[in-house]
């Protein structure tokens, strides 16, 4: 069992920036960032293979950026020039798989994080 710790979430006006981070209790091939608005499904926003294959959703290419730090098993998402419709929870997700769709997303969730809300004010 891998455990999924993120951080760094938090409130920002548009136009500003915010990072977060995911710690893992181990190494995993396939990270990323999924997030949820109340009544809607979860979606990818990026995830990257432990080889540096990065991978982003339309709706955050250009203003996020995807990251990790094998050494230290953590995940990273840079997140600028946010905008009020990136208002979500986000979670850190991790998958065996060194699947990678050009979506943002990995080949599947097989552990989560406890997710971390990011809001963005107009």
């Known amino acids: 069992q891998v455990q999924l710790v993120e951080s760094g979430g938090g409130s920002v006006q548009a136009g500003g920036s915010l990072r977060l981070s995911c710690a893992a209790s181990a190494h995993t091939v396939c990270m990323g960032w999924l997030r949820q608005v109340p009544g809607k499904e979860r979606e990818w926003v990026a995830a990257s293979l432990s080889d540096g294959i990065t991978s982003y959703a339309d709706s955050v290419k250009g203003r996020f950026t995807i990251s990790r730090d094998n050494a230290k098993n953590t995940l990273y998402l840079q997140m600028n020039n946010l905008k009020p419709e990136d208002t979500a929870m986000y979670y850190c997700?991790?998958?065996?798989?060194?699947?990678?769709?050009?979506?943002?997303?990995?080949?599947?969730?097989?552990?989560w994080g406890q997710g971390t809300q990011v809001t963005v004010s107009s």
């Open positions: 997700a991790a998958h065996s798989s060194s699947l990678v769709y050009s979506d943002g997303s990995c080949y599947g969730v097989k552990y």
